[in-house]
């Protein structure tokens, strides 16, 4: 990661922190991985799943969530919908801080194209995208996480996709792995 990053000035302290995460989740984040020579590495879109679903919610466990996001600008669709799906003030808190430091790195990432979380990127590949997706999806990523209900104790497998993630497969709707990159 390029030093530059910490200083950026769209870059929050929790954007950095999430950047720290997804490089961590090449480690960690499980499959899909890239196939071929680098099939140690996560894909690209599951560092980025990784770094909200499990990796920030650790860091930031003991601390004062609701105080923190109470000082914060929240996007109300973030606010909504973190609110339809955790029920106490410390997971909404966390589910917001988190999705609010992705907008922080995507929004770097992006520069002058648009993003934001009312407009998911739709579009669906016909396999896995291993490398970097378009900005938009990287958000819709990032938020999706956020919004999985897994406990962040279930660990990921290197071969079951399934496994610590929110899945179609167990009925849920929330917090799925966006179709712009992944293909179930």
Known sequence: MYGGL????????????????????????????????????????????????????????????????????????????????????????????????AYSVSKMMAGTKVINFTTPDLSQ??????NHPAVQCRLDTFFQAALCIKSIDEDLTSNDPTIGACSAKD????GLRPTCWYKP
Request: one cysteine or more; hydrophobic letters at 35%; a neutral charge.
């Open 6 to 101: 910490a200083r950026h000035q769209m870059v929050t302290v929790d954007g950095l922190i999430l950047v720290l995460c997804h490089e961590i989740g090449h480690h960690l984040g499980g499959a899909p991985k890239y196939q071929g020579g680098r099939n140690w590495a996560s894909a690209e879109g599951q560092s980025d799943y990784y770094c909200s679903l499990k990796c920030f919610r650790l860091v930031v466990a003991n601390e004062d969530n609701v105080a923190i996001v109470a000082k914060m600008q929240i996007d109300p669709e973030v606010t909504k919908q973190c609110q339809a799906t955790y029920t106490t003030e410390n997971e909404i808190a966390v589910c917001q801080r988190t999705s609010m430091a």
């Open 125 to 130: 590949v016909s396999k896995t995208n291993e």
């Open 171 to 174: 009925g849920l709707k929330t």
